[in-house]
């Protein structure tokens, strides 16, 4: 069954550096999401993205952060100067139609120290 | 304000001892309810859409119910194997992208 995969699974950073999170969709899917869950808490929505474009952000996703698919196949999370609160799991989905389910990946563990 | 609220927040059974969970929802329309399971250190797992009041969904041991203000999701004797957070999204009608998401329940099956 196809899969969307996620790298690094576990990622470690200094404050202040920049950390580029990295996921492969599922390949027919055109819908790609991001997401966070700090340990014991929500899932809490990061950006959708569609048509090469950002489609939706939450309050969340501030000037810190940009998405890309730089290619076919890849999509990518920046988080630029990295803070203490930053760490925790950060999950990328997609999916292949508007009211159809998301699929996720395993998600990194980003810890900043 | 849209919102979702799962309950409870946890629930321990015994084996082959079944129960539900409860995902109440506040929205101004609905375009789709998510159910997912989430064990530790993974990304939650798909598992039943639904649309409309009325809809029911089944799947081995679980079966998921719509009603215009909740949806449960029935678990029947259960093994220690579904043991995991029960994760429950709405899909709103003022939201093109975005899911709301409940904050779970998590579901222990002793042996």
Redesign the interface.
Known sequence: EPE?TQTPSHQVTQMGQEVILRCVPISNHL?F?WYRQILG?????LV?F?NNEI??K?EIFDDQFSVERPDGSNFTLKIRSTKLEDSAMY?C?SKDG??????????T?LSIL | EDQVTQSPEALRLQEGESSSLNCSYTVSGL??L?W?RQDP??????LF?L?SAGEEKEKERLKATLTKKESFLHITAPKPEDSATY?C?V?PMD?????I????TKLIIKP
């Open positions: 969307v819908y999401y808490q929500k899932v809490e929505f959708s569609y489609s939706e939450s999950f989905a508007f009211n159809q389910p998301q699929h996720f990946g395993d998600g563990r | 375009r789709g998510f997912y250190g993974k990304g939650p797992e798909f859409t649309y994760l999204a899909h939201s093109n992208y975005q899911l998401w409940g904050a779970g």
